[in-house]
């Protein structure tokens, strides 16, 4: 049994669920984020509160059930207060600059290094050495921040 899976998730006020068939959407003050679940688990929203159930007793259920809960946890968390990613610079000379959707990094090679910032993630440099990497999804977040890294 899945002890992350039987807990609902508390919907805050200022964010609407729906689930249309396998289809999940999140709606927030920050965006907006969809899932697919998968066969294994079934969704349903009720009294602000969403509830994931598996279907079956097998191994890859129950995984399933534990990780879309999470998932859905985590959208819910992403588009009322967002995910934020903070990267230090360590070294003589490095430094960075946002400038619009592109991070331009200089870090002691002969030219600079220049990042491509995907679409719904923000990133911001408080001060030469420091990165911010922002968004509503959580994975992407993460994932932003490695790829500088």
Known sequence: MSRVGKYPVVIPS?????????SLTVKGKLGELKINT????ETSVTDGKVWVKAKSETKRARAQWGTTRATINNMIKGVS???KKTLDITGV???????GRKLNL??????DVIYDVP???EVKTPTPVQIEVSGTDRQKVGQVAAEIR
């Open 14 to 22: 200022g964010v609407t669920v729906t689930a249309a068939g396998k």
């Open 38 to 41: 998968t066969d294994d688990v």
């Open 81 to 83: 207060q967002g995910y």
């Open 93 to 99: 000379g490095f430094k960075a600059a946002a400038q």
């Open 106 to 111: 200089n870090l002691g090679f002969s030219h």
């Open 119 to 121: 679409a719904g993630i």
